[in-house]
């Protein structure tokens, strides 16, 4: 199943679509999950560790070669017809399109061989939901052109051309974390990404099987990495490595983090460092947690972590820190902000008997402070990309 939706049904839709579209059928079908990033956030471009895992619901992308090199793409979501891209199209413009297009740019760069392609393409990620349905596009697409054109790629190499495709082509300066997520996550785990050795450790997460459900809370706050915000807080955590004389704030080890303060000459980069540093040390103890089989107990790391990202970091914004104090006033075991921040969702850890209750009273605080509702899905770990028909 994947949203609710069995997958075959979403992968026939796909097809049908694509049929519907280009008048002929396509080669195939691939699908990559959107993410949720149980904690560990803003650390992947300073070199640190993050923890996400899949969600059940994916983009399927169906796909057939061109033997001229275009680029025609397609979104059932998207009014406004096929999509058509030369090699050399600018990305201003060109919308969610930039997205695939990014990704057969960063293939050609990278010497892959690879000739046009027609895409359509069917998503159950909501976008603007911070879920990451940007990397499960990219990813797919990346995964229908390997096969299409034989090129052999590995996961981790689609992870880095599909980063590629999103900092050069569509110009969202983001780490490697949702890619790597969307490329190599498996059912039932998280995902501990070392992101400067791209090591990654499955860790065992299964909710439902430990009495718990993890929610996520949509707030419909829509967000937009490209619009300044995101680069700004990187370039500021890049201006503080460079004080500190480290290589990234993933070499500030979190038992000299108070030296590392006291170095730093303002308070906008002390803040910056002490999320970054407590941060890493967040998802170190949430992976101890984990292995230990005790998921209940990382319910306060969840609060503390978005404490931090509200209050040092400055990426949550009124929606998200209502989600998370209503759902902990109504008895959940922690809650935080989960992606980029100033907007999107945020993930609930709550014990099963206690889910409606507090998905009630989040509602309820939504309602009372004038907002529209927002959407509630419960979040169990599912596959990372894959061939889907
Ligand atoms: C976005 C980015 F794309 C990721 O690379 C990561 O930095 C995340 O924000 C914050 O943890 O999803």
């Not at 060109?94 to 010497?111: F, K, M, N, S």
């Not at 590995?154 to 969202?172: F, I, K, M, P, Y």
């Not at 004389?245 to 170095?263: E, I, K, N, Q, W």
Request: charged share 20%; glycine share 12%.
């Amino acid at each position: 199943m994947s949203g609710g939706v069995p997958e075959r049904d979403t992968a026939r839709a796909a097809c049908d679509g694509f049929r519907a579209v280009f008048g002929y059928g396509p080669a195939g079908v691939w699908a990559a999950p959107g993410r949720v990033n149980l904690i560990g956030e803003h650390t992947d471009y300073n070199d640190g560790f993050v923890l996400p895992f899949a969600l059940r619901q994916s983009t399927f992308v169906a796909a057939a070669p061109r033997a001229d090199g275009l680029l025609r793409a397609h979104s059932a979501a998207v009014p406004g017809g096929v999509a058509e891209l030369a090699p050399d199209t600018p990305a201003a413009g060109t919308g969610w399109a930039a997205y695939p297009a990014g990704v057969v740019r960063a293939l050609r760069a990278a010497g892959h061989r690879v000739g046009g392609a027609d895409l359509h393409v069917e998503s159950e990620v909501p976008a603007g939901a911070g879920l990451s349905s940007s990397a499960a596009l990219e990813v797919a697409t990346a995964l229908a052109l390997d096969e299409l054109y034989g090129l052999g790629l590995s996961r981790e190499e689609t992870a880095l051309l599909c980063r590629r495709a999103e900092n050069e082509h569509v110009g969202v300066p983001c780490g490697i974390m949702d890619q790597t997520a969307a490329a190599c996550c498996t059912a039932g785990h998280v995902l501990h990404l070392d992101t400067r050795e791209l090591t990654r450790r499955h860790v065992p997460f299964g909710p439902a099987a430990a009495g718990l459900r993890l929610l996520v809370v949509d707030t419909r706050v829509e967000h937009d990495l490209a619009d300044g915000s995101y680069a700004k807080r990187r370039a500021g955590c890049e201006a503080a490595a460079r004080a500190l004389g480290v290589r990234a704030l993933r070499d500030v080890p979190y038992a000299s983090l108070d030296d590392a303060l006291g170095a730093l000459p303002d308070g906008a980069a002390r803040r910056l460092v002490r999320h970054v540093v407590t941060e890493n040390d967040r998802v170190a103890r949430t992976v101890a947690l984990l292995d230990a089989g005790r998921p209940r107990a990382v319910g306060p790391l969840l609060t503390a972590g978005h404490a931090s990202l509200r209050d040092d970091f400055a990426v949550s914004c009124p929606e998200l820190d209502l989600a998370v104090a209503a759902a902990n006033g109504a008895g959940a075991l922690g809650a935080r902000m989960t992606g980029g921040g100033f907007g999107g969702s945020a993930v609930v850890l709550v014990a099963e008997e206690d889910a409606e209750r507090v998905a009630k009273g989040v509602a309820a605080a939504f309602a009372a402070a004038g907002l529209r509702r927002p959407r509630v899905l419960t979040a169990e770990p599912g596959p990372g990309a894959r061939r889907a028909a």
